[in-house]
């Protein structure tokens, strides 16, 4: 006679394997779900919680594929749910919150800029998805993140979550979600944190940067999101300026007097 019990307890790695498998994609929709419940918030006036809830879908974003590789359940399902995903939280949902926090008062040119930043995050995780697994240098981006163009907007809204009034004002914002749009589509190359070789054996120096990073987060959150968002796109702006020079050829030598 079949014992069930015994049956039970030989089927549960089977349904272990079964729920890993499905972490990375129940991350996915908590993804989404964060960008969705941005853009709730946003059409509430609710800016300081929009701008949250896309931090903590950029965080989530970067776990699903982490976990995604620690358990090998990488698919194409999952890859496109991911990149759909992240047209609403990366995309749409940072459109809108600068729209309703302040590109509202310029207009047709307001939500004209909001689709233009729609639109890149479109392009960009489309280019991705094609040219992704053929990409020899994993350190580097082919122009920037989708979650770091949305970490511009979001840092900034989280730093000045009251909004704009004034259209002299909100003319200031357009760069705000303009330069990212473009930046999106480019082809500067942009540094891939999770590729970052910090050789924690090698040097104790990356668990202290680590460490301040933390505590001015803890701090300083809306001034230390800011500085770090804004920091890693001017970096690369300045590494992409500075290979430009260096390549730049020289004056001709005269040639020699007869």
Known sequence: MINPLTRRREDRPERFRRGVYLLPSMLTVSNLLCGYASIVYSTRGDFDTAAVLLGVAMVVDTLDGYFARLT?????????????????SFGVAPAILAFTWGLWPL???????????????AL???????????????????????PAAASVTASTVFLY????????????ALPMVLVPGFLMVST????????IDVGWR???????????????????PRIALVVMSYSYVLAALCVFVYSRIRRRPGPAAPPPAV
């Open 161 to 172: 979550p009251w909004g704009l009034q004034d259209p002299r004002l909100a003319a200031l």
């Open 72 to 88: 090998h359940s990488q698919s194409a399902f999952g890859a496109e749910l991911d990149s759909l995903a992240d047209v609403v």
């Open 188 to 195: 500067i190359r942009f540094r891939s944190v999770k590729a």
């Open 202 to 220: 090698r040097s104790p120096l990356w668990l202290l940067v680590g460490a301040v990073v933390i505590a001015a987060i803890a701090s300083h």
């Open 124 to 146: 960009r995780l489309a280019r991705f998805n094609i040219q992704g697994m053929a990409v020899s240098d994993k350190r580097y981006f082919a122009g920037l993140p989708s």
């Open 107 to 121: 207009g047709r040119l307001g939500w004209a800029a909001g689709f233009v930043y729609v639109t890149a995050a």
